[in-house]
């Protein structure tokens, strides 16, 4: 399994459509993180965006995942940028490959 940073970019004045999604995307995300796919996630402080931290098979298969997202069906989502990570330090460092 492979770590991934993912990045969301949300669209300008989207906080209403987020604030309805919000819910099943937090449901989401917590079903995810109960089976172990998620690893860490919350929205960046000036509201623009948010950082998930993902273990993966691939990118592919991330990239899957990531179409469910209630989010992305809201069309919330502006940009999404997919980094493979290698944490080295810190508690996230046991779930690098």
Not at 8 to 35: K, M, T
Not at 50 to 67: C, G
Request: hydrophobic residues 50%.
């Amino acid at each position: 399994m492979t770590v991934f940073a993912v990045e969301y970019v949300y669209v300008a004045d989207s906080g209403a459509l987020r604030d309805e999604a919000r819910p099943a995307h937090r449901a989401w995300l917590g079903a995810l993180a109960e089976e172990g796919k998620l690893l860490a996630s919350g929205p960046y402080g000036d509201g623009a965006g948010a950082l998930l931290i993902f273990k993966s098979a691939d990118e592919a298969e991330l990239n899957d995942l990531l179409k469910q997202d209630p989010f992305a069906e809201a069309g919330v989502i502006a940009g999404i940028r997919t980094t493979e990570w290698a944490p080295i330090i810190g508690v996230l460092a046991a779930h690098a490959s």
